[in-house]
């Protein structure tokens, strides 16, 4: 019996998908635009070959350039290590960028998304396209980098989808990072129907420093992300002190009632 001709009912093959947007690009002058962009370029050509992963733009279909940022599309094989050691390699990477980088050079900072889903190439018909771009945008990733900046001085936040969670994560094919490195969250898009349930990375970072940083649902499930907001001062409740960095000469004044030290990577 000869097999039946594909149709658009069929469900395209699984593709793992990376997506990456320079914070602030659009702020750069013009004329330094390329140079950071080429600098990104090589940040990211190099991790891939340090992770051992062809890459994408060497494959038709399989590298969208956005202007600030791209998404590249792997085989669905891939995934695992689009989480676990690409995030940390990528991180690694942007720091020392920053340490050699000419004064006059902007910092690279990324918002990355991890994703896995149906997806056909080249023409990459499939929701899993623009689901990785609402996830790159939206509100819980953009804070991420914020607290990741300004807590840290990180250059990178990382979201990964519910299925490609499931997939690398929880299925044990991280080796160095588990589910306790990520803060579980809901995606929202401003002005977007979207709402998805993800996973929070940002490096140097555990999920306990970062949950006071990132608004978490309310009750109901109908709150969604939102930047940092001051406890301390409040006269109705207490206040609430916490250090994500060195304490060197420090004076807290007022009681401490309760310290608890969290000697894992902050």
């Known amino acids: 019996m000869p097999l039946a001709p594909p149709t658009p009912l069929d469900v395209p093959p699984e593709q793992a998908l990376l997506?990456?947007?320079?914070?602030?690009?659009?702020k750069i002058p013009e004329a330094k635009m390329a140079p950071v962009r080429s600098d990104l370029d090589d940040v990211l050509t190099n991790v891939l070959a340090h992770i051992g992963l062809q890459d994408p733009r060497d494959l038709r279909g399989a590298f969208k350039d956005t202007g600030d940022g791209a998404i590249f599309v792997m085989p669905a094989k891939d995934i695992a290590r689009l989480v676990d050691p690409l995030l940390e390699h990528l991180h690694a990477a942007l720091v020392r960028y920053d340490r050699e980088r000419l004064a006059s050079a902007p910092a690279i900072r990324l918002r990355a998304a991890v994703h896995v889903g149906p997806l056909s190439l080249p023409d990459h018909r499939g929701d899993a396209i623009n689901e990785v771009c609402r996830l790159l945008d939206s509100?819980?990733?953009r804070t991420g980098l914020t607290v990741a900046r300004e807590h840290r001085s990180g250059f990178l936040a990382a979201v990964v989808s519910e299925a490609a969670f499931r997939r690398t994560v929880r299925a044990g094919r991280t080796p160095?990072?588990?589910?306790?490195?990520?803060?579980?969250?809901?995606?929202?898009?401003?002005?977007?129907a979207f709402e998805e349930p993800c996973w929070l990375f940002v490096p140097q970072m555990t999920p306990r420093a970062l949950a006071p940083l990132i608004?978490?649902?309310p009750p109901g499930?109908?709150?969604?992300?939102?930047?940092?907001t001051a406890s301390a001062g409040s006269s109705s409740t207490p206040a609430v002190f916490q250090f994500n960095g060195e304490m060197t000469d420090t004076t807290v004044i007022n009681k401490v009632g309760t310290m608890r030290i969290d000697r894992r990577r902050i």
């Open 176 to 192: 160095d990072l588990d589910e306790e490195h990520f803060l579980r969250a809901t995606a929202r898009v401003d002005g977007k």
């Open 215 to 217: 608004e978490p649902d």
């Open 19 to 26: 997506a990456v947007d320079m914070q602030g690009y659009s």
């Open 221 to 228: 499930g109908e709150g969604g992300t939102a930047a940092p």
């Open 139 to 141: 509100q819980v990733v």
